[in-house]
Every structure is written in C-alpha cells, then in structure tokens.
C-alpha cells in the first residue's frame, strides 16, 4: 500500500517539476517579446523624429524659407530627442534649428528694407542659411542611421 501512496507523490513532483519547466519557458518568451517590444517602439520613435527633420527640411530646400509655425512644428516634432539619442544627434538637430532660426530672422529682417546695402547683406544672410540647411537633407540618412538600423539591434 505504500509503495501506491509513493507512486502518487512521485507523480506530484514530476507534474511540478513540468509545470515549473513550462511557466519558466513562457517566462523567457514574455521576456524577449517585451525586449523586441521595446525596440520597434525606441525606433518608432526615433524615426518620427528623422521624419520630423526631414519635413522640415525638405520644406526649406522647396520653398527657400521658412515660417515661425514651421520652426514651432519642428521643434514639437524633435521635442523627445534629449531622451532617445545620443549627444551627437541633439546637437545637431539643435544646429538645424539654430540654422533655421536665422533664416528666419534673416528674411523678416530683409522685407522692409529697401534695396540697397543692408538689403543685400540680409540677403546673403538668407542664402547661406538656405544653402546650409538644404545641404543638411542628404546629410540625415548617414547621422541618423546608426539609430534607425535593424542590424544593430538583433
């Protein structure tokens, strides 16, 4: 009769021992899920904010000028790049905004003045900010893309 008892107790422990197994291997798969979750969330993220820039830019090298609104928007739009990127990436997206800043300040500089000296040199203030800032769209593909890249994730 023991010996009946014994084999249910060894039972209870082999189903304990599956069902630990079994929770210990959902426990790991939660895991990396939540892991590769919070990589196609950081790179959302990020690449809203190359989006943003983007736009921004793309407007710049369109229409050679920029709007307080258009410089309001892009600002919203890289508002959470101190908390998702590197120091080199703010820095640089803070010099586009410097860059833009200027142009705008440039332009709304140059509209009353008549045509003369000073008319020029806000002039040549605008063309520099607008060739700058239009030489920084081909120049977002390689500083951001150490950020955006799958590989480097995996």
Do not use: C
């Not at 010996?3 to 929770?23: M, N, P």
């Not at 943003?52 to 258009?70: D, G, K, M, P, Y």
């Amino acid at each position: 009769m023991t010996s009946g008892i014994w084999r249910d107790v060894d039972f209870w422990k082999f189903a304990t021992i599956i069902i630990a197994l079994f929770a210990a291997y959902i426990a790991f798969r939660q895991y990396f899920l939540g892991r590769e979750k919070f990589k196609l969330d950081l790179f959302e993220k990020r690449f809203a904010v190359f989006a943003a820039t983007r736009r921004f830019l793309t407007h710049i090298l369109q229409q050679a000028n920029v709007s307080l609104e258009q410089l309001f928007e892009y600002r919203a739009g890289i508002a959470e790049a101190t908390f998702l990127f590197d120091d080199d990436i703010v820095n640089y997206l803070k010099s586009i905004d410097e860059r833009a800043l200027e142009l705008l300040t440039s332009m709304e500089t140059m509209k009353p003045l008549p045509v003369g000296e000073a008319r020029s040199k806000a002039a040549g203030e605008v063309s520099a900010a607008v060739a700058w800032l239009t030489t920084q769209l081909p120049e977002l593909k390689t500083k951001f893309g150490p950020y955006l890249k799958f590989r480097t994730w995996v």
